[in-house]
C-alpha cells in the first residue's frame, strides 16, 4: 500500500491558525431605529389580528378587500424584519 504524504508542521503552528476576533465595521444603531423596527412588525401583526376579529364593523377595513387588508399587514411587518438585517 503506498505511503501517504507527509504534512509539514508548519501547518499546524498558532501562527498559522490565528483565533482573532473580528470587528464589526460601524457604529451600533440608533435606539429610534429599533423603535422603529418593532413598532413596524407590531403594527402589521395588530392590523391583521383587528382584521380577523372586527374588520366588519371597521368602515376602512370594510371597504378594503380581503388581500389588501392582507398585503398592508403582511407588508408592514415584513418591513420590520427586513430593517433587521441592517441592526446592530
Do not use: C, H
Not at 507527509?6 to 503552528?13: D, F, G, I, P
Not at 401583526?45 to 388581500?67: C, K, S
Amino acid at each position: 500500500m503506498p505511503k501517504s504524504k507527509v504534512r509539514s508542521k508548519t501547518e499546524y503552528t498558532e501562527a498559522a491558525v490565528s483565533r482573532t476576533p473580528v470587528k464589526v465595521k460601524g457604529t451600533p444603531t440608533a435606539r429610534w431605529y429599533m423603535v422603529l423596527m418593532l413598532g413596524l412588525m407590531i403594527v402589521g401583526l395588530l392590523w391583521l389580528v383587528t382584521y380577523y376579529i372586527a374588520g366588519e364593523q371597521i368602515p376602512f377595513m370594510r371597504d378594503l378587500e380581503t388581500w389588501q387588508n392582507f398585503a398592508i399587514g403582511f407588508g408592514v411587518a415584513v418591513v420590520g424584519l427586513l430593517m433587521t438585517m441592517n441592526w446592530r
